[in-house]
């Protein structure tokens, strides 16, 4: 067996470890977030549809703005109740979609998508995981305007955390949507794909919805083997990460490789194949004599691709 690679300090994972504390327990006190809206340190974040509005703030931007100074934007769609980071309290806010391209043009503002601001570093870390938690619950609202059950216009309740039909009186709760995404593993080897949509030369875990009625273990084997063929058998969880393109749950496994033919499903993936542990960790390190790399250090696929380079895999 080749020597443990030093792929260097663990880089941290995107969108988790939230220092946020969610108080939930406030979302039903309105004496409580009536004040939390006054707070001199009260502060939100901006969501146009699927883009961020940041402040240029020298090498890194910032993404919080005060209540009053996002009301100069225009019409706001939402106001939710994130948490308190530190007793401060956070909302996230929606704004117009016009409010963005407004912004685009003004001098001292960035406004961009999620995914960039994480893969570039934009912002500092701490933000990221209420940035996420912010943009998936507004994405939801967005979406569930009219009630699934008998079509009525429903009402934000509860600080953004539920809404609810005054026709019906069915109450709806912000949907999270659960993504098994997997490495499947042979001893020194990994199985590796390429989604149409990925950029030339990268290539990364194989991934899926879970399906009602499916536990992850299962979601991991039946997507293996439908993307690529391969019959998995055991399968250990590694870590979760939320996703909010727009509201998912990307939840990490590696799976025990039980076959070694690969057939693509080219519907799903451009490509897949089987790489050497030394390749992979090359593309890690991102001196791949062809180029090819994994996903960014924030997304977690480069995490689970990682843990198996450096040997901290075990199905026991
Ligand atoms: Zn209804």
């Known amino acids: 067996m080749s020597p443990r690679p030093d792929l260097g300090p663990k880089p941290r994972l995107g969108y988790a470890g939230s220092s ?107 933000h990221l995981a209420p940035l996420a938690e912010g943009k998936a619950l507004l994405n939801w609202h967005g979406r569930h305007r009219f009630c699934s059950t008998c079509g009525a216009a429903t009402d934000l309740v509860e600080a ?3 809404r609810d039909c005054p026709v019906c009186r069915a109450q709806h709760f912000p949907r999270t949507d659960p993504v098994v995404i997997m490495l499947a593993v042979a001893g020194e080897r990994c199985v590796l794909g390429r989604s149409h949509r990925f950029q030339p030369g990268m290539w990364s875990c194989l991934a899926g919805f879970v399906e009602p009625g499916e536990a992850i273990e299962d979601a991991v084997r039946r997507e293996t083997r439908e993307e690529a063929g391969i019959v998995c058998g055991r399968v250990r969880y590694f870590a979760s990460q939320p996703w909010p393109f727009p509201t998912s749950l990307m939840i990490g496994c590696h799976a025990e490789a039980c076959s070694r033919e690969i057939v693509i499903d080219r519907a799903e993936l451009d490509d897949a194949r089987w790489f ?14 062809d180029g090819l790399t994994t996903p960014p250090t924030m997304a977690i696929a480069y995490h689970i691709i990682r843990a198996w380079v450096e040997e901290e895999v075990e199905f026991g």
Request: charged share 25%; net charge neutral.
């Open 276 to 289: 050497e542990r030394e390749e992979v960790a090359a593309m890690l390190l991102r001196q791949h004599p």
């Open 20 to 126: 946020i504390e969610r108080a939930s327990e406030r979302r039903t006190d309105a004496a409580a977030l009536s004040a939390f809206a006054k707070d001199q340190h009260a502060r939100a974040y901006l969501v146009a549809g699927d883009l961020v509005i940041l402040k240029q703030t020298g090498a890194a931007c910032d993404p919080l703005f005060t209540l009053a100074q996002a009301r100069t934007f225009g019409p706001t769609a939402e106001i939710i109740f994130l948490g308190l980071h530190r007793d401060a309290p956070r909302f996230a806010i929606a704004l117009e979609p016009q409010a963005a391209e407004m912004l685009k043009t003004r001098e001292g503002f960035v406004v961009t998508d999620l995914r960039s601001i994480a893969v570039r570093g934009l912002v500092e870390a701490d």
């Open 160 to 162: 953004g955390w539920r």
